[in-house]
């Protein structure tokens, strides 16, 4: 610890505390006016714990107003002034274990003993509130404020249903304050959120701003219906009445009474207790039901609370351990564009290095570019980035206040970063996408497995672990390339011998007779499922004609839309894409050139039909073909348009179905006489 200065303090130490102090301020009205904190708590604990060392150095800069002689920000006006006696006094924290070893240390010498028992439980992370009860009815209920004058919010403290509005039982004082924490769980503040967009408005940052900014809404009304709870971590005035002399008997007491009181608290001997308490709330940490930011002791025994006393704004039988921050501050340096296994498009910030909850962050996602601009991120910010748990790091908010005036707004990219096709925003959606699915490196395996999958190209024998090794040994570029594989090469793979490499090829060979429809779907273009690529394949006939369809052409089709259409154009206006079909064409992949007539004329055509149970003659995806080759439409439901429905053995609700709506029933002599 720095010496105290008994010489005048240096200009720039003066000029460094009005710094702190102003900056302090600041975020000290933010955070407790305005409910809307621009930095991490990291952040303000380092601004704060500089001005203590300088305010220590040099005592004669400490003045009455300073932040570190009060606990936080004046109330606001609209709500009527509650002075708080005693005051509801901040903690001092601790951030590594060696500080925790100097406050048990300290609390030992000072009381004159050998060892402590501690009160140790979860530091929510809420607004601190404090309950007045007279003969044991809610009669108030004020935040804290700036520890001496809070708000009086008695409204909409009575809204929140665990708080009780009478205690329970019996033998409390006459008056007794109650003070807690009022927070929100994580489920809570997940569906306030969801209904916040729901409506229109912005989510909250956070659990404890929803919680702050709930408990401190003008009409009551709108707290009722925010998901608020409470914990009671203490007692402050208590007249007419005895209270045990023990803190963690106080708070059983307390829970007698009707009040919460944390199930996680726990009464633990000398700083090694304290520690491994502290290790085992961070281990449990993310599994908890709401946050937390660390953990509290305080010495049990009140006597001994007593006359160890209090500073200016803590007292020195509590301690505040905090967790590594989840959230700190750094600078954004530049936005890059990853690419997904399915050509999504993922903004990623690229950071100054910073600690975040015990690990270095350099990157963290950005999600997308909706995201973006919501946020108003800019390259050159200072940016707030967020941790929990193994979750990828990301990106929560901006210090605007810190923004410098060369900061430049990343854009979307218009080519594929990956392989240079084309970037799609399809209209209502948030995710951009490559278009090369059938060309881009960043896509080959999805695209790759997908081809060859049952409902596709249907090649036996190639899944998932092939393909990666095929990737891996650089043998396929694209989905072509499968169709101009070697056995030399297929037999030195890993549990690939002479056999299964002829057995792969045969499948190869095999799949390249397949259907128009097939095909389409197995291209793998976005929205395009088994449903519509025979929607496109019946009505246009041919590859050359859907490839050169226009926007108008392709809407005209069955059950696409503009979202659809839009997405099969861009697909096959991508070259890449043109220049693997060429190559699939050229391996000898072929398909029985389609009737010439009009799906209209076809005998089933406008028909709509509905397969249950298990038929003895043919396969269910069998008996769809058959019908659709005849121009019926086959529907998975039974609604009052169903046709038909078809039933075999062990018929499913669908027949009951059907049944109840007076749709015509076919068993299967009557359908195989219909399909001929």
Not at 421 to 437: F, Q, T, Y
Not at 533 to 551: N, P, V, W, Y
Not at 618 to 636: I, N, P, Q
Request: net charge neutral; proline share 6%.
């Amino acid at each position: 610890m720095n010496p105290m200065h008994s010489s005048p303090p240096p200009e720039h130490v003066k000029k460094r505390v009005e710094e702190l102090r102003e900056q302090i301020n600041y975020h000290n009205y933010l955070y407790y006016v305005l409910d809307a904190p621009e930095i991490p708590d990291a952040e303000y604990d380092r601004m704060l714990r500089e001005l203590e060392e300088l305010e220590k150095r040099y005592p004669e800069l400490i003045t009455p107003d300073s932040p570190t002689q009060r606990v936080g920000a004046p109330p606001v006006k609209e709500f009527g002034e509650v002075r708080h006696d005693p005051p509801m006094l901040s903690l001092n924290n601790a951030f590594k274990d060696q500080e925790v070893h100097d406050f048990d240390r300290r609390v030992r010498e000072r009381l004159g003993v050998e060892q402590v028992e501690y009160h140790a439980e979860p530091k929510l992370d809420g607004l601190a509130i404090s309950l007045i009860y007279e003969e044991g009815v809610l009669v108030r209920g004020a935040t804290r404020g700036d520890g001496f004058r809070g708000e009086d919010v008695t409204a909409n403290v009575r809204t929140i249903g665990a708080i009780p509005l009478r205690l329970r039982g019996s033998g409390y004082p006459r008056v007794l304050d109650v003070r807690g924490e009022v927070f929100m769980t994580k489920e809570g503040f997940e569906r306030l959120n969801a209904a916040q967009e729901r409506a229109g408005l912005k989510p909250f940052a956070n659990p404890r701003n929803a919680a702050a900014g709930s408990l401190r809404q003008l009409d009551p009304n709108v707290t009722a219906q925010r998901p608020l709870t409470m914990y009671c971590w203490g007692i402050g005035l208590v007249q007419g009445g005895t209270l045990p002399e023990r803190h963690s008997a106080i708070m059983e007491r307390l829970r007698d009474w009707g009040l919460r009181v944390s199930p996680k608290s726990q009464v633990v001997k000398g700083v090694q207790g304290c520690l491994a308490y502290y290790r085992r709330m961070a281990e449990e940490r993310d599994e908890l039901p709401y946050e937390i930011d660390g953990v509290v002791y305080k010495v049990d025994r009140i006597d001994w609370q007593e006359r160890l006393g209090e500073l200016s704004r803590a007292p020195r039988w509590a301690l505040a351990h905090k967790f590594p921050a989840k959230e700190e501050m750094t600078r954004l340096l530049d936005v890059e564009w990853q690419v997904g296994r399915t050509g999504a498009l993922t903004p990623v910030a690229r950071l100054e290095p910073v600690s975040v909850g015990g690990v270095t962050v350099s990157n963290a996602t950005l999600h997308n570019q909706d995201e973006i601009e919501r946020k108003d991120i800019r390259i050159g910010d200072t940016v707030i980035v967020r941790r929990a748990g193994d979750v990828i790091p990301e990106v929560v908010a901006v210090v605007e206040s810190r923004r410098p005036p060369d900061a430049r707004k990343p854009r979307l990219p218009r080519h594929c970063p990956v392989c240079g096709s084309d970037v799609i925003l399809l209209p209502g959606e948030k995710i951009a996408r490559c278009s090369g699915g059938l060309y881009c490196p960043a896509q080959r395996r999805e695209a790759i497995k997908h081809f060859a999958s049952r409902r596709a190209m249907d090649i036996e024998g190639l899944g998932d672990k092939l393909v990666e090794q095929l990737d891996e040994k650089g043998l396929i570029r694209d989905v072509a390339d499968l169709y101009y594989l070697q056995q030399e090469d297929l037999e030195k793979l890993e549990r690939m011998g002479k056999k299964s490499a002829q057995n792969l090829l045969q499948a190869l060979e095999k799949s390249k007779r397949t259907t128009l429809a097939r095909f389409i779907y197995a291209l793998g273009i976005r929205h395009v499922g088994e449903a519509t690529a025979k929607e496109i394949a019946d009505h246009f006939g041919s590859l050359e004609r859907i490839m050169q369809a226009t926007r108008e052409d392709l809407e005209a089709v069955q059950d696409i839309g503009p979202v659809v259409a839009e997405s099969i154009y861009r697909f096959f206006r991508e070259k890449h894409n043109r220049e693997v079909i060429d190559k699939l064409l050229a391996a000898g992949i072929h398909w029985p050139a389609p009737p010439r007539r009009d799906r209209e004329s076809l005998p089933l055509a406008g028909k709509t039909f509905v397969l249950t149970g298990t038929l003895s003659s043919m396969t269910r995806e069998e008996a769809k073909e058959r019908l659709e080759a005849l121009g019926a439409k086959v529907s998975g439901s039974v609604s009052k348009r169903t046709s038909y429905v078809v039933v075999g053995a062990d018929p499913g609700s669908k027949y009951d179905k059907a049944l109840q709506l007076g749709i015509p029933v076919l068993d299967e002599p009557a359908f195989l006489e219909l399909i001929g």
